[in-house]
């Protein structure tokens, strides 16, 4: 085991910047990701909503743009070890795919509990 260095542990954290940064260049299903984490964000200082609100809010962006970061690394991972078409990286592909839907999910159910109530105090419904 190596000993610990305060110079790797600086440079670990630029290859993780580094990665986030591709993700976001690169997955256009990140953009819409952060796109609709902006929206819920901006809906959260609109509604002023509490801080175990903001606390599930918060999960819920990091849930889906880390299911979709790991997606695109097990997606370019195996498109790396087959490049020809193979239905076990085909299931594979797809089990990660669907991580991210479960995740994406999941994230609007608790977009709808916490903003619905909000939104229908306003409508009057």
């Not at 819409?32 to 609109?46: N, R």
């Not at 498109?79 to 594979?92: C, G």
């Amino acid at each position: 085991m190596n000993k610990f260095s305060v110079k790797d542990r600086i440079k670990s954290f630029s290859f993780a910047f580094k990665g986030i940064k591709l993700l976001f260049r690169h997955e256009h299903n990140a953009w819409i990701h952060c796109t609709l984490a902006v929206f819920a964000i901006g809906l959260g200082w609109y509604f002023k909503v509490s801080s175990t609100e903001w606390m599930f809010i918060v999960v819920s962006i990091a849930m889906v743009l880390s299911a979709e970061a790991f997606n695109t690394a097990i997606e370019k991972m195996a498109d790396f070890i087959q490049p020809d078409q193979d239905q076990r990286i085909e299931h594979i592909k797809d089990l990660s795919a669907g991580a991210v839907l479960i995740t994406a999910f999941t994230a609007l159910v608790i977009g709808l509990l916490i903003f619905l109530p909000k939104i229908f105090s306003v409508i009057n419904i």
